[in-house]
């Protein structure tokens, strides 16, 4: 796999970098085919910077944005990363797609986002992946459907998945992109803060396919370079 690193050393440089990054992969996919489809991260290192992109006088009628995994909650839910997205681009005009249509069981869920994900047009021109220290991206997690999210069937997209540990933050089951579907992007950015985690991606990557971390194994399935956005 390839990687770009783009180190910052102040958390505005870090924002606009990122800022720029996700902009031009817009612009880029609504010069070449007239719509951009992105699917973001979430968690609490995003939503500044998003906030800021979605104020952008960007052509955002054209955009269609969706999580890259979600947790199986109400939409309404603090928890929802969709609902964190509708707050963030409701009056931007942008499309935002939920992949948590209703509450039900993780397998039924994944189902359902799958379903919804069928009907976008593939490949993403971009995926935004955040990482967790243990190595985890997106809501790949080590547990009982991990081999589910990383080699699924031909052709499926999104998956149910039931952390193991689940996380005291957010102990709920999740539904996520699926290893392929995030590989198969445009253009894929992971974006980070502090040295532990770059140590924790820095092993994943070196050790590839083979990773304990499965934020090695799903950058081991892209063929395409992987930016990474690191805030130091």
């Not at 942008?94 to 209703?102: E, Q, S």
């Not at 490949?123 to 790949?140: E, F, Q, Y």
């Amino acid at each position: 796999m390839s990687l770009t690193w783009n180190d910052y050393g102040n958390r505005d440089a870090f924002v606009e970098g990122v800022i720029a990054d996700v902009r031009g992969s817009i612009e880029d996919a609504i010069a070449a085919r007239g719509r951009a489809t992105i699917a973001l991260s979430g968690g609490k290192t995003p939503v500044a910077i998003l906030e800021r992109l979605a104020a952008l006088p960007l052509p955002w009628s054209s955009v269609t944005v969706l999580p890259s995994d979600d947790r199986i909650v109400p939409i309404s839910d603090a928890l929802s990363n969709a609902g964190m997205l509708v707050r963030i681009f409701g009056r931007s005009g942008a499309r935002v797609v939920p992949l948590v249509g209703a509450v039900a069981p993780r397998h039924e869920a994944g189902q359902r986002a799958d379903a919804v994900l069928q009907r976008l047009e593939w490949p993403l021109d971009l995926v935004w992946l955040g990482m967790g220290a243990d190595g985890h991206t997106a809501s790949i997690f080590a547990g009982p459907d991990l081999e589910a999210a990383l080699m699924p069937a031909d052709g499926v997209r999104a998956v149910g998945v039931h952390p193991e540990p689940l996380p005291p933050e957010a102990p709920v089951d999740r539904v996520t992109l699926t290893a392929p579907a995030i590989a198969a992007a445009r253009r894929c950015v992971v974006v980070i803060e502090g040295d532990a985690k770059r140590a924790v991606l820095e092993r994943a990557v070196a050790e590839g396919a083979g990773s304990s971390a499965p934020v090695g194994q799903v950058l081991a399935q892209r063929t395409a370079s992987t930016t990474v956005h690191l805030l130091r």
